[in-house]
């Protein structure tokens, strides 16, 4: 496993989630596969994360397995890892550890969400958003 390998495997199959509570904010990188062992090897080439089983939401969509890399200090560390190898999710990656604070306690409500909403560069993004936020109840995912 290379960290070549992760990033381009982020860029393609993974997103920032930024999730806006009351008074804080919290960041977590997230990927996906249908195949388990994929995010096993890159779980055991980081030394953390967890996997969940995303059970399929309906007819149209098929069932993955998530990658959710959380923690402040394991956040800054893998998204450091992977800045320079990264294109698409780049602008992303810079924002968010130009603007984010890494230090453990503090609440990051200065993070200005709407301008790391911005870097986003999914096709049909509203309609994307709607989807996830009635199917997963998610606050804020991007890709």
């Known amino acids: ?3 070549s390998y992760i990033a381009g495997f982020f ?6 989630h930024v999730n806006k ?6 960041i977590v990188c997230r990927m996906y596969s249908s195949e388990k062992p994929v ?17 399929k939401e309906s007819k149209n969509r098929s069932s993955v397995y998530e990658l959710v890399i ?3 200090a394991n956040v800054r560390s893998f998204l450091k890892s992977i800045l320079n190898l990264t294109i698409v999710k780049k602008p992303q990656i810079i924002y968010t550890l130009d603007n984010f604070s890494f230090v453990k ?3 990051n409500n200065r993070f200005d969400v709407d301008k790391f909403r911005s870097f986003v ?3 049909n993004t509203d309609k994307f958003h709607k989807y996830h936020t009635q199917n997963f109840k998610v606050v804020l995912l991007l890709l």
Do not use: A, C, P
């Not at 509570?21 to 919290?26: D, F, G, N, S, Y």
């Not at 995010?39 to 059970?55: D, Q, R, T």
């Open 1 to 3: 496993m290379e960290w």
């Open 70 to 72: 959380s923690g402040k």
């Open 21 to 26: 509570l009351k008074r804080t904010v919290q």
């Open 11 to 16: 860029d393609g199959e993974g997103n920032i």
């Open 121 to 123: 560069t999914r096709k």
């Open 39 to 55: 995010l096993h090897k890159i779980k055991e080439f980081l030394g953390y994360g967890n996997i969940y089983y995303k059970v």
């Open 105 to 107: 306690g503090d609440i």
